[in-house]
Nanobody, 125 residues
Framework: QVQLVESGGGSVQAGTSLRLSCTASGRTFSTYTMGWFRQAPGKEREFVVSINWFGGTTYYADSVRGRFTISRDNAKNAVYLQVNSLRPEDTAVYYC??????????????????WGQGTQVTVSS
């Protein structure tokens, strides 16, 4: 039922910034935690950041804390990821996802049930 569409990726130089967007439809967006994950070539999909249903609680992976910022706009069914000070190791496909249950959250990939197609971020040195 849920459809997620990511956008905003691109090919950039190290030290620059991007803003990734994810727009959702099909589920009552405002009751679900949203997460951003990424998958680099040859690696498993990993947690990047999550934001709870009303935006009051966020969790960041250590690798991005201080550089990435998540936000959401429930009126627009959208979640955003501002990515600053990009590094080559940030190169990956970035996915947004919705948590399985309302009013709950975790950092586990398996706890998110709907995923977008991803947006590619490529960072060159």
């Amino acid at each position: 039922q849920v459809q997620l569409v990511e956008s905003g990726g691109g090919s950039v130089q190290a030290g620059t910034s991007l803003r990734l967007s994810c727009t959702a439809s099909g589920r009552t967006f405002s009751t679900y935690t949203m997460g951003w994950f990424r998958q680099a070539p040859g690696k498993e999909r990993e947690f990047v950041v999550s934001i709870n249903w009303f935006g009051g609680t966020t969790y960041y992976a250590d690798s991005v804390r201080g550089r990435f910022t998540i936000s959401r706009d429930n009126a627009k069914n959208a979640v955003y990821l501002q990515v600053n000070s990009l590094r080559p190791e940030d190169t990956a496909v970035y996915y947004c996802a919705t948590f399985k249950r309302p009013y709950s959250d975790s950092k586990r990939v398996d706890d998110y049930d709907y995923w977008g197609q991803g947006t590619q971020v490529t960072v060159s040195s």
